[in-house]
Nanobody, 124 residues
């Protein structure tokens, strides 16, 4: 079973950048496709981006496309989310997730392993 730990969140001004990391342990990282989700106060957890097992296929939600970039380094068992052009509406707890499959998914229920989350706050 894979364990996931997010890091890199924080407070940033609108227009700024952050890079989130998700470190995996406990299993072969390349056996999993991965995703980023976020949850703002009072809202449901929503899909942000996903990546297949080797990084050759990615998908970003419309709300972040062109600003955020998902990537992974299987040699380091780590996934990343580079976030540029941050907006106040990006404020949320960001979660990384894993599913034991090669292809990516945008569906929350497909993911079986979750990290504890990292807070991202964007001030206006």
């Amino acid at each position: 079973q894979v364990q996931l730990v997010e890091s890199g969140g924080g407070l940033v001004q609108a227009g700024g950048s952050l890079r989130l990391s998700c470190a995996a342990s406990g299993d072969t990282f390349s056996s999993y496709s991965m995703g980023w989700f976020r949850q703002a106060p009072g809202k449901e957890r929503e899909f942000v981006a996903s990546i297949n097992w080797n990084g050759g296929s990615v998908y970003h939600a419309n709300s972040v496309r062109g600003r955020f970039t998902i990537s992974r380094d299987n040699a380091k068992s780590t996934m990343y989310l580079q976030m540029n052009g941050l907006r106040p509406e990006d404020t949320a707890v960001y979660y990384c997730a894993a599913r034991y499959a090669s292809g990516l998914s945008i569906t929350r229920s497909d993911y079986t392993h979750w990290g504890q989350g990292t807070q991202v706050t964007v001030s206006s």
